[in-house]
């Protein structure tokens, strides 16, 4: 379906900007994303050349200035999202958002993850978190964050090593009981025979 945005709309301001920097830098947007006078002659100049990626725009988080490669169709979508405040979560304009600040938390299955070792040993050998784009995931920037990757992406890994700890504080707390009743009992005033 084709989407025809009213020429001084500060959403047509927005995806016209976007697009013509993702002109600029050889992509191309499919052709019924969107009709803009302005626009049609781009996009067919950057048709004929050799482009390769087709498909995504960046947007960046109001907020926390996070960009996010989105699907050409879900950008209207995207920037529809508003805050409790009224104004748009998504913004195409990287000027308008805060600076983004890269986390440095791993995810739990990453390659040089700290307790690749102990992973390994609980059966998740040679699972690891999937590349984007040539990296793995490593820019979280909270513990929240990190489960909530691990719940979503990794699922059945995220249960094992939640199965794992629970079994490892069931066995501590069971040593722990051990070692106090073996302490009690050392302590007990001898019964006397008779």
Same mark, same amino acid.
């Given at each position: 379906?084709? #989407?025809?945005?009213?020429?001084?709309?500060?959403?047509?301001?927005?995806?016209?900007?976007?697009?013509? &920097?993702?002109?600029?830098?050889?992509?191309?947007?499919?052709?019924?994303?969107?009709?803009?006078?302005?626009?049609? !002659?781009?996009?067919? &100049?950057?048709?004929?050349?050799?482009?390769?990626?087709?498909?995504?725009?960046?947007?960046?988080?109001?907020?926390?200035? #996070?960009?996010?490669?989105?699907? %050409?169709?879900?950008?209207?979508?995207?920037? =529809?999202?508003? *805050?409790?405040?009224?104004?748009?979560?998504?913004?195409? @304009?990287?000027?308008?958002?805060?600076?983004?600040?890269? =986390?440095?938390?791993?995810? #739990?299955?990453?390659?040089?993850?700290?307790?690749?070792?102990?992973? &390994?040993?609980?059966?998740?050998?040679?699972?690891?978190?999937?590349?984007?784009? !040539?990296?793995?995931?490593? @820019?979280?920037?909270?513990?929240?964050?990190?489960?909530?990757?691990?719940?979503?992406?990794?699922?059945?890994?995220?249960?094992?090593?939640?199965?794992?700890?629970? *079994?490892? %504080?069931?066995?501590?707390?069971?040593?722990?009981?051990?070692?106090?009743?073996?302490?009690?009992? =050392? @302590?007990?005033?001898?019964?006397?025979?008779?």
């Amino acid at each position: 379906m084709t #989407q025809v945005f009213e020429p001084g709309t500060a959403l047509e301001e927005q995806i016209r900007e976007a697009a013509i &920097d993702d002109l600029k830098r050889g992509k191309v947007p499919t052709p019924d994303w969107f009709v803009h006078p302005e626009l049609q !002659g781009l996009a067919q &100049d950057a048709a004929m050349g050799t482009t390769q990626t087709v498909g995504t725009i960046t947007m960046y988080h109001t907020m926390t200035g #996070q960009p996010s490669e989105v699907l %050409e169709y879900m950008v209207a979508k995207k920037l =529809g999202h508003k *805050r409790p405040d009224g104004k748009s979560w998504w913004t195409l @304009n990287k000027d308008s958002a805060p600076a983004w600040v890269r =986390g440095t938390i791993k995810c #739990q299955l990453h390659p040089e993850h700290e307790d690749r070792e102990w992973l &390994d040993s609980i059966g998740l050998q040679g699972r690891t978190c999937s590349p984007l784009r !040539g990296r793995h995931k490593q @820019n979280m920037d909270s513990d929240f964050a990190l489960e909530r990757h691990m719940e979503v992406k990794h699922p059945r890994e995220w249960a094992t090593i939640q199965r794992e700890h629970a *079994r490892v %504080e069931q066995q501590e707390e069971r040593d722990f009981q051990r070692a106090l009743m073996t302490q009690l009992a =050392g @302590n007990a005033p001898a019964k006397k025979a008779g």
